[in-house]
């Protein structure tokens, strides 16, 4: 079946360091692959997509490519703020609408 | 995007009780989904919440326990029956359009059993 395997925390930055948050995928077909941020005690929102191989998400300075040859997502922000502080998901669609997530991975950034 | 309520936001229960979580969209969407948080992890999905029929339960998950009604396009509840410490999660509902990926979700309910 589908999973997500992805970088396990917790991950401590200092503020304007670069940021790589690796996702790799096991799916059959041709999945949508999504990276979620859970600000603290907020719900879940949609970071960025990528819908097809080679295509690039973009949002809010953090950035991810459908690698399909490596069946990758990282994310990744070159400059990464104190604001984000956040617990971030990758996670797949593989046509049911019904998402996979990956664990989680913690981000903590210091001033 | 759809605009999702969910309620409560939390509840503080005793064990052997029960609690229904209310989804409550804005706008008529095809599909709706329960996800578990358990502290510390990633999202489960439960069960798919169909209109008009029986929800489709995830392995590991029965109707017995998550019992769920959708009676249309804009609304659905999920129940924890019977709770032990063990639900003690957070729930989220998710919504959705096969021309609209990807999913929305609720600000979630966060539930602790005692």
């Known amino acids: 079946g589908n999973s997500v395997t992805q970088m396990e925390g917790p991950v401590t930055l200092s503020e304007e360091a670069f940021l790589t948050i690796n996702c790799t995928y096991t799916a059959t077909g041709y999945p949508s692959l999504f990276w979620y941020v859970q600000y603290p005690g907020e719900g879940l929102q949609l970071l960025l997509k990528?819908?097809?191989?080679?295509d690039k998400g973009s949002n809010k300075g953090f950035e991810a490519t459908y690698r399909k040859e490596t069946t990758s997502f990282h994310l990744e922000k070159g400059s990464v703020q104190v604001s984000d502080s956040a617990v971030y998901f990758c996670?797949?669609?593989?046509?049911?609408?019904?998402?996979?997530f990956g664990k989680g991975t913690k981000l903590t950034v210091n001033p | 995007s759809a605009v999702i309520s969910q309620k409560p936001s939390r509840d503080i229960c005793q064990r052997g009780t029960s609690l229904t979580i209310q989804c409550q969209v804005d706008s008529q969407v095809t599909m709706m989904f329960w996800y578990r948080q358990q502290p510390g992890q990633s999202l489960t999905l439960i069960a798919t919440a169909n209109q008009g029929s029986e929800a489709t339960y995830e392995s590991g998950f029965v109707i017995d326990k998550f019992p769920i009604s959708r009676p249309n396009l804009t609304f659905s509840t999920l129940t924890v029956s019977n709770m032990s410490p063990e639900d003690s999660s957070i729930y989220l509902c998710?919504?959705?359009?096969?021309?609209?990926?990807?999913?929305?979700f609720g600000n979630g309910t966060r539930l602790t059993v005692t």
């Open positions: 998710s919504v959705g359009d096969f021309w609209d990926s990807p999913l929305h």
């Open positions: 990528a819908t097809k191989a080679d």
């Open positions: 996670a797949l669609e593989g046509g049911s609408e019904k998402l996979v």
